[in-house]
């Protein structure tokens, strides 16, 4: 019998797949990362747009934008990387009633709201869970507060309240608290720039990146793998291994993308109890900060420094709901931000009307509500748009994971071996409460690695 190629096959280059590669080719294993774009990152896609005077360019953050808090795993490589950081500051404003106002009390009560939701599961017997949108109506919540905190979940977890359970909430809400998850950081280059620092140290121990190599079939039993894949022109071949890890995201899981026989019937089943949410983002350049400008009307006077200083914008009544800019940096960029089950039905809205512009005009209409300033003001002062429909990509099917109520065991039970062949990892197999983060994706490819190599043994 001729003996495999490679010690472990990675399916995916995104965080978790190059993680996972770069600890097993350090560890001296012959590994080989198969991923179907013709670029590593997955759903970190930094796209680097021209300045309009001709000077540095603008990353632009289509998928992952964040460092959220301190994660050791993901300061541990910017800092290896010697990549330079910045962390998010400014005013916060709201927009309610047309009105421009630096604060609303409605901020503050929907994180009561959670932070009393977690102190109320520490109460509770061990395994009670139910769906955020349950918890609200048991404990009679008021509206005035519920339905803010049920739509900022929605929001931040590309979450449906009616999945989405309590019990992962407030292991969410526990762990952001252990990193200080509410500061918020940027890589200046980009985030792509951490995804291609792992690509090339992969690349320097010995591993083999393949690019453009989707793989569609893998065939496996106990100690042997055989992935079926397509190249540029369409040919297929196969690589061997011993092991592979699967590093795809959960929609590609869900869509069952790539044949496994036989099937992992206990994973994938795990699998479906977990739930992918829908984002719409959209990031606009303008010539200038245009939000800057002193207030139209005198019922927005008093707010100049506020607007000076802007780094989050919330319109609650209107679509989309939030929108940020990259302070202290003074970028003309804004994004805007939709989430769960809005952002699903944001995208039905526009396959039906069929015109990418619909998009760009919805964003545009709120700027003018928000900021009294007429279409044509706007339209003359935009250089540029982007965004990417991470539901539609092949590769992804969504834009990230959450826990519906019942499934908190879900992540751990995928992330188990099957028969110490198959390993699954991603941010969906975070144990730890960070799901749909980059740091998740990156611990848990470092673990399944190292949980590899303990059953591998020394070289």
């Known amino acids: 019998m001729t003996p495999p190629r490679y010690d472990v096959l990675i399916v995916g280059a995104g965080a978790a797949g190059l993680a996972a590669g770069r600890v097993l080719a350090d560890a001296g294993r012959r590994v080989a990362i198969l991923e179907a774009r013709p670029r590593v990152g997955g759903r970190i896609l930094t796209r680097q747009v021209a300045a309009e005077n001709g000077g540095e360019s603008i990353p632009v953050e289509l998928g ?98 009616n999945r989405i359970g309590i019990a992962a909430l407030a292991k969410q809400q526990f762990a952001e608290d252990a990193i200080e998850a509410d500061r918020l950081f940027r890589v200046e280059a980009g985030y792509e720039s951490l995804a291609d620092f792992l690509a090339e140290e992969f690349v320097r121990a010995g591993g083999n990146l393949l690019l453009a190599k989707p793989v569609h079939r893998v065939e496996w039993r106990r100690g042997a793998v055989a992935a079926h894949v397509h190249d540029a022109e369409g040919r297929v071949f196969q690589l061997h291994a011993e092991r592979a890890v699967i590093a795809v995201p959960l929609g590609v899981l869900h869509a069952e993308a790539i044949e496994f026989a036989p099937r992992p019937a206990d994973t994938l089943a795990q699998a479906g109890r977990l739930a992918m949410g829908a984002v719409v983002r959209v990031m606009l350049i303008f010539r200038d900060r245009f939000w800057c400008e002193r207030p139209r009307r005198s019922k927005q006077r008093g707010i100049d420094r506020e607007l000076e200083q802007l780094s989050f914008l919330f319109t609650p009544s209107e679509i989309p709901a939030t929108w940020w800019t990259p302070m202290p940096r003074n970028t003309a960029m804004l994004t805007a931000w939709v989430g769960g089950p809005k952002a699903a039905a944001l995208q039905r809205s526009l396959v039906f009307r069929a015109d990418p512009h619909t998009l760009l005009n919805q964003c545009l209409a709120t700027l003018g509500r928000v900021f009294e300033i007429p279409l044509s003001d706007l339209n003359s002062q935009l250089l540029s748009w982007h965004t990417h429909d991470w539901q539609a990509d092949e590769y992804a099917r969504g834009a990230y994971s959450y826990v519906p109520a019942g499934a908190l065991d879900a992540p751990e039970k995928m992330a188990q071996p099957v028969e110490d062949t198959l390993y699954f990892t991603g941010e969906h197999t975070d144990t730890e409460g960070h799901w749909g983060t980059v740091h998740a994706a990156l611990a848990s490819g470092a673990l399944t690695a190292r949980r590899l190599l303990k059953v591998d043994g020394p070289v």
């Open 64 to 161: 992952a934008e964040f460092i959220h808090g301190l994660p050791r795993a993901t300061w541990a490589l910017t800092e290896e990387a010697a990549l330079k950081t910045y962390e998010l500051d400014g005013s916060q404003l709201w927009f309610a009633d047309g009105r421009l106002t630096a604060y609303h009390e409605q901020q503050r009560q929907s994180h009561q709201v959670l932070e009393d939701m977690a102190r109320w599961m520490a109460t509770q017997s061990p395994g009670l869970d139910m769906t955020f949108a349950e918890y609200l109506s048991r404990t009679a919540v008021d509206a005035s507060a519920g339905e803010p905190a049920a739509n900022y979940v929605e929001s931040f977890n590309a979450a449906d309240r």
